[in-house]
Every structure is written in C-alpha cells, then in structure tokens.
C-alpha cells in the first residue's frame, strides 16, 4: 500500500528514499490558494470565471476610454480595475484564474500597481488633480535646469 507519491516506487519498482527535500524535478505545479472554480462545474465557462472577466472588463473599458481621448479617466479606471482585483482576491475564496500566487501576494501586488496607476493619472499634467510636494522636489533634483 502506498502511501503518498514520495514512497511510491520508482520506474524500475525499487522503492523511493523517503526524504523531506523538494525534489530536482516537478512535474507540475499547485494550483494557488482560491484557485478553484468560482462557479460550480455545471455552469457556462464566463460563469465559473466571473471575478477574472470582471476585472478584465473594468480594464477594458477603462483602455476603451483612454482610446477615445479621455486619458485620466480610462488610467483611472484601468487601476481601479487592478484594485478591484485585488478586493476580490481577498474577499472571495474561489476567484478561479484571478488567482496567480498566494492570496497574500496577490492582493499586495495587484493593490499596489492598482494604487500606482491611479495615483499617478491623478498626477498627470495639465491640471493635476493630486499634487505631492516632495515630487516636485525629487523631479528638481534629477532634472536639470539648463
């Protein structure tokens, strides 16, 4: 009887050594924490990937606006659409293919780049909507004045 698949013999039948050490090889790789489907496995595919088509939309949409002349807003809402990722990364257990790594360093990176995106379409010239002091003293450092 084997018990898992380090003790199960080998091609040859020799029986494997026991050993806690990641082997040299894999052949194939967990699926991430929240990985499983998000809708049962009887619905339509754009069903059980919800949270995935949802963040891609709101990113669509928001490149779809920028396309049409409004940059700020359509950078806006391709960063909202990141962090929108983020929240359901989070908060729903089976986000399907919205789930890359861990839970933890999905919601830190898709928030941080969503954060990123959003605050500096805030930024943009002309009419800034945010202005961050100490920007514009480390843009007067590295640029030079000539």
């Not at 080998?10 to 082997?23: E, I, K, L, N």
């Not at 009887?42 to 606006?65: E, F, H, N, Y």
């Not at 830190?108 to 100490?134: C, D, H, N, R, S």
């Amino acid at each position: 009887m084997v018990r898992d698949a380090v003790s199960a013999p080998d091609a040859q039948g020799r029986p494997r050594r026991v050993t806690r050490r990641f082997p040299l090889f894999t052949r194939d790789t967990a699926r991430p924490e929240g990985g499983g489907r998000a809708a049962p496995g009887d619905a339509p595919a754009p069903a059980r990937q919800w949270p995935i088509l949802l963040v891609s939309t709101v990113a669509a949409i928001g490149l779809l606006v920028t396309a049409l002349g409004l940059f700020r807003l359509g950078t806006v809402l391709v960063g909202v659409g990141l962090l929108l990722g983020a929240a359901l990364r989070w908060a729903v257990p089976h986000v399907g293919i919205l789930a890359v790594r861990s839970r933890f360093t999905d919601v830190v990176t898709y928030g941080l780049l969503g954060t990123v995106i959003v605050l500096l379409a805030l930024m943009v010239q002309p009419e800034p909507k945010l202005e961050l002091p100490f920007l514009k003293d480390l843009l007067h450092f590295t640029v030079d004045d000539a």
